[in-house]
């Protein structure tokens, strides 16, 4: 909250991710959406361990290969598309 941050980038994990805004491990409007891009692919497969079911917090998941498209149209508008 006291930066203001919207958006939040993150790899690592091997699959995607998109969590509703969240503050303090729950949805908050006023928190920042999380994207988990770690699904461009690697030796060791996609991640099949997902907590089961999923969070209040979590919009989307998926242990899978796939890529984003992330476009900044301006200072407060972008648009992010996922492709499997």
């Not at 790899?11 to 891009?37: K, S």
Request: hydrophobic share 30%; glycine share 10%; charged share 20%.
């Amino acid at each position: 909250f006291a930066h203001s941050v919207d958006l939040v980038l993150s790899g690592h994990v091997h699959a995607y991710e998109r969590t509703h805004p969240v503050f303090d491990n729950a949805p908050h409007e006023c928190g920042p959406t999380h994207l988990v891009l770690g699904d461009g692919g690697n030796n060791e497969g996609a991640s099949p361990h997902y907590r089961q079911p999923r969070p209040d917090w979590s919009a989307f998941r998926e242990g899978s290969f796939g890529v984003g498209h992330l476009v900044l149209h301006n200072e407060t508008h972008a648009t992010f598309r996922w492709r499997k």
